[in-house]
């Protein structure tokens, strides 16, 4: 066990909270600091594929977060007009790893909230500003106050302030690609298992969650764009016309402008992930275009694997090398893929469809294959 006393975990997302839980197994006692003020989480819901699922197995959580999603068994693909290019088993693309869950983010966020519950827990608190000095990291906040510690993890998303204080000018670029998604109160006819309708230069995917609800996301090439909310529904349902299968029936259950949120699809890449003291796990570390739907699942597992790391070797410095060796060719190959798989929607649609129709579900086995192993 390193020994490592004061660990203050920045950020309180999936990362942030998986980290508490896991370090806690191993027997730290870390502290959490969170911007927001209240627990509230935005972005609709979330596919948790199976080594995701295996991470919150390990922290015990599998079936609370079974129970309050709902395990998905199938993937299937049609083009606009609802004809289906593909289906694949996802049993057999995780070889029998465990199940694949869809679920609302509040309700994720609730269950490894209730996991952490003994961390010491801060809300409407920021780092303001970290020096290292002595095998130590002194750290400012928002109110004023500074703490010493051990080690300071930046699980605080993509646009990290652990980060931009530790590494000078990593930038956070747009992948040319904009995301509205929602959640409806109903499951649309013919959406039993994940769902993807491609149109012309664009996505649109439909999952099951828990209640028979049904998260929808679309995702459309083009530039950055502010979407005023006003309006903002009825826009989207104009942009998307042209989708069948389960689309329209998603639309239309939509009832208000607030009920989409907006956002540009961000990603974040860095040549090392710790230096010194300070480390950065999750989205603050590595983000992409969220075409393998993995960005939560290498969250989960790049705090697993920091615990795992704390727990099993005798200094931070050591334990923080193999960190980045155990993590950095499975984030790499998620983010090379997961690029090549963003590249490949901006070919002319029949020939993407064509293409999809013939390798989809060989593929996406292979996709998937590397992070079958454990981490
Ligand atoms: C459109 C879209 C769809 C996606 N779908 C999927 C999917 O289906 N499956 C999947 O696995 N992944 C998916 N992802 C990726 C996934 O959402 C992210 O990878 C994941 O949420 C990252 O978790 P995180 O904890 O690293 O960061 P975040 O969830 O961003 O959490 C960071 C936390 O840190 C806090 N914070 C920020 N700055 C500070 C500060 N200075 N001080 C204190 N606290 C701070 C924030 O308030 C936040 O609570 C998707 C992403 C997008 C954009």
Known sequence: MASVEHILIVGGGLAGLALAH???????TPELVERNASWETVGAG???HANAMRVLRSLGLDAEVERAGTVIRRWAFYGQSGERLSETDLAEVWDGLGPCVGIARPALHKVLLAAAGTTRARLGMAVTSLVQADEQVR???SDGSSAVYDLV??????QSTVRQLTWDGVPVGYTGVMCWRGIVPMRPAGVSGWTGVFGDGVVFGLVPLGDGHTYGFAFAGGPQIHDPLEGRLARIRERFAALRGPVPAYLAALTRDED???APIEWVEMPEWHSGHVVVIGDAAHAGPPTMAQGGAMALE???VLADVLGAETSVESALRVYASRRGPRVRWVEEQSRA????FRTDYATFTAMFRERADAQMRA???PLIPAP
Request: charged share 10%; with cysteine.
């Open 302 to 304: 790049d705090a697993y």
């Open 139 to 141: 750290v400012g906040f």
């Open 341 to 344: 798989m963003a590249a490949m």
């Open 46 to 48: 979330i596919f948790l």
């Open 22 to 28: 896991g370090l806690q197994q191993q027997g730290f």
């Open 367 to 369: 996709l998937y294959r």
């Open 260 to 262: 989409l949120h907006c």
């Open 153 to 158: 993890v930046g699980a605080d998303g993509i």
